[in-house]
């Protein structure tokens, strides 16, 4: 790299005690574009090690990149990704495709954190999709594999000066995805290996993979009582019985219910009628989700998909609920169905 990066120990503990910007951050935000703010990502339970993104200048794309790995190896990481990729970590132990990256990172933080580790981080390195650990990540099914490459992305800045030799010049490898064509694999490497200074951004990124943005597409159309894009995302492909993803102000993206329950809120019908008819798993305690507002008609109409109208959910059946919501209708209607009072 013509601008190398060069940092002290001792300068990225200062910055980190003192939360201000870390040195690396600092590097990618003068070389490549701003940063963006998002909630912390930890890569470590034992290390200061972290995920960080910046825009890159001039394109649609965001560098996804570490923080702290240098204190192994003297590496940092980064990878590319178009910016409506969100990074997701869940606190649940649900997994999908949108946690392929940091799920990524958090194997190789795993391996490179062992004592006595043979895990080098190499130019040239292939992450096979097949082999242990990286077979249990959700992978987009167009690609073999990730290669590791010391691209030459700032090569049109100046060296950087007033550096002194205690500090430690950090190498930082490019992911860069490997696509199932036909031909070997050693192949492809030498052909990536050779080439890689010629590459822009937009080739060194991983593609949006259709899954993330039709799951996306029905967790925005569920949030907005959005009937058409709801529609479009079931029609397509998604999924309707996985986790409805939520976004904590600590805690980050989560998922604690399903994409039917929180459909739940929306009180429309309609929607979660075809929820229900497009495969989506009834709970037992759905009538309670309902009390608040619920009529007759949708009652019925779980009870016989199995739905159990006395079950509870946070403690509370669905008559409890309607008698709380002051839902006089809903109350009547329970009792009417055979709740008990």
């Known amino acids: 790299m013509d601008k190398a990066l060069k940092i002290s120990r001792k300068e990225y503990i200062h910055n980190l005690e003192a939360k201000e910007i870390n040195p690396i951050s600092s590097f990618f935000t003068s070389t490549v574009g701003k940063l ?3 909630s912390t990502i930890a890569l470590s339970a034992q290390h200061e090690i972290y995920v960080n993104q910046c825009e890159v200048n001039g394109t649609h794309l965001k ?6 790995l240098f204190e192994f190896q003297n590496i940092e990481l980064c990878l590319c990704l178009p910016q409506e990729w969100e990074l997701r970590r869940f606190a649940s132990s649900q997994f999908i495709e949108e946690t392929f990256i940091v799920d990524l990172l958090k194997e190789m ?15 040239g390195l292939f992450l096979d999709q097949n082999k242990t650990p990286w077979n ?21 800045t100046k060296q950087e000066e007033g550096r002194n030799e205690a500090d430690e010049i950090i190498t930082i490898y490019t992911l860069m995805p490997v696509y199932k ?16 200074d010629q590459l822009g951004w937009e080739q060194l990124a991983f593609p949006l ?31 309707i019985n996985r986790g409805y993803i939520e976004e904590h102000w600590q805690m980050g993206f989560y998922s604690n219910q399903t994409i039917l329950t929180r459909a739940f809120d929306t ?15 009834v709970p037992v305690n759905a009538l309670a989700y309902l009390g608040g507002w619920g009529k007759r008609d ?21 008559l409890q609920r309607a008698k709380s919501f002051k839902n006089a209708t809903g109350f009547d209607d329970l009792i009417a169905l055979g709740a008990v009072n």
């Open 63 to 68: 560098l996804v990149f570490t923080t702290g």
């Open 136 to 156: 249990k990540l959700s992978w987009d099914q167009e690609i073999e594999g990730l290669v590791l490459v010391d691209y030459n992305w700032n090569k049109n």
């Open 109 to 123: 933080t795993i391996k490179m954190e062992r004592k006595k580790s043979a895990f080098q981080i190499v130019e």
């Open 298 to 318: 949708i009652f019925e109409y779980l009870i016989s998909k199995g739905a159990d109208i006395n079950a509870e959910s946070v403690g509370m059946s669905a």
């Open 181 to 196: 064509t036909k031909g070997k694999i050693k192949d492809k490497l030498n052909e990536i290996l050779l080439s890689k």
């Open 209 to 239: 993979n259709k899954a993330i943005r039709l799951q996306k597409m029905l967790n925005d159309g569920v949030t907005n009582n959005n009937m058409e894009k709801v529609q479009e995302a079931v029609e397509g492909g998604a999924e």
């Open 267 to 281: 009180e429309n019908v309609s929607l979660i009628k075809y929820l229900v008819e497009k495969g989506a798993e």
């Open 36 to 38: 963006i703010a998002t």
